[in-house]
């Protein structure tokens, strides 16, 4: 057990539709990461936010949006979904820039299965 | 596109052969990590490597940051059907920003 809990754990939906996932990290760690994970792009970095702030954006697509809470727990949102969404969605967390030494270490959680149909 | 490139995408192997795993960008990273991910869960991380040329040893596994620290190398010794899984490798931007390779699916046949 990661101490990230994520939920949905699966989750079918129709294209168009919306759906928010959530995230709550390890208890203590500030930032959060959102991954998408699919049989022909492999893991694939979303968006960071630590301390309720956005950090640094990666290949996240316009229709998705995310945002950390000030109790750390974290959403990912995807609207006018599109067939080419069905992933895996992984979020970590990580104690950040504190120099010591398990800094940078990313702790997952067990992930959400999204299905478009 | 993928900023890290793991060479093979997949691998196949009787139990007791040594295999080598390879992680290759063009980008310098600060340090670059090696996670091993099992169906239906999340990465779990093996190991950190930070200093170019660094050399780090997980029992049967050996792990090697190059030393223009733009590369990197998993090499598992008399592979055991435990070590079955997803390999990913990790390079970490300025920031804490993390890329994943592409990943290496290793099957190590009893």
């Known amino acids: 057990d990661s101490g990230v809990t994520q939920t949905p754990k699966h989750l079918i939906t129709a294209t168009g539709q919306r759906v928010t996932l959530r995230c709550s990290p390890r208890?203590?760690?500030?930032?959060v990461y959102w991954y998408q994970q699919s049989l022909d792009q492999g893991l694939q970095f979303l968006i960071q936010?630590?301390?309720?702030?956005?950090?640094a954006k990666g290949n996240i697509l316009e229709r998705f949006s995310a945002q950390q809470f000030p109790d750390l727990h974290s959403e990912l949102n995807l609207s006018s979904l599109e067939l080419g969404d069905s992933a895996l969605y992984f979020c970590?967390?990580?104690?950040?820039?504190?120099?010591?030494?398990?800094?940078?270490?990313?702790?997952f959680g067990e992930g959400s299965r999204l299905t478009v149909l | 596109t993928q900023l890290l490139e793991q060479s093979p995408q997949f691998l196949s192997i009787q139990e007791g052969e040594n295999l080598t795993v390879y992680c290759n960008s063009s980008?310098?990273?600060?340090?670059l990590q090696w996670y091993r991910q099992e169906p239906g869960e999340g990465p779990v991380l093996l190991v950190t490597?930070?200093?170019?040329?660094e050399v780090k040893k997980l029992k049967r596994l050996t792990f090697q940051f190059g030393d223009a620290r733009k590369d990197s190398s998993l090499h598992i010794t008399a592979a055991q059907p435990g070590d079955t899984g997803l390999y990913l490798c990790?390079?970490?931007?300025?920031?804490?920003?993390?890329?994943f390779g592409t990943g290496t699916s290793l099957t190590v046949i009893p």
């Open positions: 970590a967390s990580s104690v950040v820039g504190t120099g010591g030494p398990n800094t940078g270490e990313l702790f």
């Open positions: 208890s203590g760690d500030l930032s």
């Open positions: 936010y630590y301390n309720g702030e956005e950090r």
């Open positions: 980008s310098v990273f600060s340090s």
């Open positions: 490597v930070v200093t170019g040329g």
């Open positions: 990790a390079g970490e931007i300025t920031g804490n920003q993390f890329y």
